[in-house]
């Protein structure tokens, strides 16, 4: 067996070993934890990515996965960002802090935000590569309705200007979380003003600093803020619309977006695979409006695309050197000319190309701290999009594909050499010595880590 066959199997392991079984009213569903260390429950986006890893392994856990996430939606379309596992305690902060009991269609408990919709793209995964017609017939079936609904939540309540970009509400729906693409929005919530009790509650509560370095994770003032705002969407009694109005926090983020551009895309060729033109036609344009809007968010100042800090009638830009900026290749949205300066940015030495890219923060930003969450660290996660949204231009520019194969190898090197953790140094690369240096950060033996060694490996190296 070769050392990536044997990374593969142990991948398998992995994602074996993250799989609960939950019951709820009788019904018991089957799904991913991202990581039994610290990450009981399961979480949107990364069981959308782990979703598409089994789907090389065993298509009915993958059905099983997305089935489990969707059956957290909301009355009113929402898919949460977390689906609590009611057994499990650990995790800060739980259903008890959130309380949006009064919001599912079920007893599931839950989150009470969202988180990018990859989901959508992992369902059309599923039906692509579905292993038998009824396979592909349950996934239209039984996760299609539901897909279509948090589309148009996201639609309505996130992009009610109708301009393409969505808006997210707290920074846990970006999924990078404490990216400094967040600081400036976040000091609009002064520390002072926080109610000590949520300052307590964070003192009193916070577990991931007693499972992980404290080095690794965000700091109070993070938690702090981002408790604030669920304090605050709870007091508005979850009402969408309120929240977009009355939050402090509410910015059109361009990864999110940039996912969202995809997803509709997917969703029109799902529905168009299944003659559903009306559809087709629906979300492909939703699809290109987004695409257009990316576009035209590209700053020739800041060479980036920004994101836009709209809470409460704002329109201020964000330009932070964070990899959110490489997302609009994802959504096959980057201009012939926006191209060669993106590419310039992610192959500068000084930035993003590091031995072990992509580091979630650029390099020389005074804000890149090697270990810390998404503020430098790399992550499989981002650079599998930021492959599979080169490998959208590789026939626009012969260096686009290099990149894209580069950062395959190294992604597979690193997790081959290091092991299933959640985020990586990105700058020791040959520089590493086995069994001194630590390259390691986060939780260990993480999901979606080894999903995407999976397919990374299957799809570009088997
Ligand atoms: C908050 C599960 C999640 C990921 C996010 C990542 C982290 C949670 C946390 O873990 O966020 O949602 O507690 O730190 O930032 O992207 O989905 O892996």
């Known amino acids: ?75 009113n379309g929402m898919v949460p960002h977390i689906i609590f596992n009611p057994d499990e305690k650990t995790y800060f902060p739980g259903p008890d802090i959130w309380q949006t009991h009064a919001q599912t269609e079920s007893d599931i408990v839950t989150s009470g935000i969202t988180q990018p919709p990859v989901l959508t793209i992992a369902l059309h995964y599923l039906y692509k590569n579905a292993p038998t017609p009824a396979f592909a017939q ?74 992980a370095d404290v080095s690794h994770r965000p700091k109070f003032e993070d938690y702090y803020r981002y408790l604030y705002l ?41 529905c168009g695979a299944i003659g559903k033109e009306e559809e087709r036609d629906r979300y492909h344009t939703w699809a290109e409006q987004t695409r257009t809007a990316l576009q035209n968010n590209w700053s020739d100042e800041y060479q980036q695309y920004c994101e836009i800090d709209v809470a409460q009638g704002r329109h201020e830009v964000i330009h932070e050197p964070t990899i959110s900026m490489f997302f609009p290749l994802y959504a096959h949205a980057t201009t012939e000319e926006q ?51 080169l490998k959208k231009y590789k026939d626009k520019n012969s260096q686009v594909d290099q990149l894209a194969e580069h950062i395959i190898d190294t992604t597979l090197a690193m997790i081959a050499d290091q092991g299933f953790s959640e985020y990586f140094d990105p700058t020791k690369g040959g520089g ?30 088997r």
């Open 1 to 75: 067996m070769t050392r990536y066959e044997e990374t593969r199997q142990k991948a398998i392991e992995v994602l074996f070993n993250n799989i609960v079984e939950v019951t709820v009213s009788g019904i018991t569903y089957r799904r991913t934890v991202p990581s039994k260390e610290f990450y009981v429950h399961q979480w949107n986006w990364d069981s959308a990515c782990v979703a598409m890893g089994l789907m090389h392994v065993d298509p009915d856990l993958a059905f099983d996965e997305l089935n489990a996430l969707l059956a957290g939606q909301w009355k």
């Open 138 to 211: 349950k996934c239209i079936d039984q996760l299609l309705p539901k897909v279509i609904r948090f589309h148009e939540y996201l639609k309505h309540f996130r992009d009610p200007e109708d301009g393409g970009l969505i808006s997210i509400i707290h920074s846990w729906e970006s999924g990078v979380d404490n990216s400094p693409c967040w600081d400036e929005a976040y000091q609009r919530i002064n520390i002072d003003d926080i109610p000590q009790r949520i300052k307590d509650m964070v003192h009193y509560y916070r577990t991931d600093i007693k499972h």
């Open 230 to 270: 669920v304090d605050l969407f709870k007091r508005l009694n979850w009402d969408s619309e309120r929240i977009m109005k009355e939050s402090p926090f509410c910015v059109k983020d361009i990864l999110f977006s940039s996912i969202w551009a995809q997803a509709n895309q997917s969703l029109a060729e799902l």
């Open 339 to 389: 191209l060669p300066k993106l590419l310039a940015r992610l192959t500068d030495p000084q930035e993003f190309w590091t031995p072990y890219p992509v580091p979630s923060t650029a390099l020389n930003s005074p804000k890149f701290d090697i270990a810390r969450y998404w503020r430098g660290p790399s992550w499989v996660i981002i650079n599998a999009f930021i492959i599979q949204g």
């Open 432 to 461: 590493f010595k086995k069994g001194q240096d630590t390259m390691t950060y986060g939780f260990g033996s993480f999901s979606w880590t080894a999903a995407f060694f999976i397919m990374l490996y299957d799809m570009y190296r």
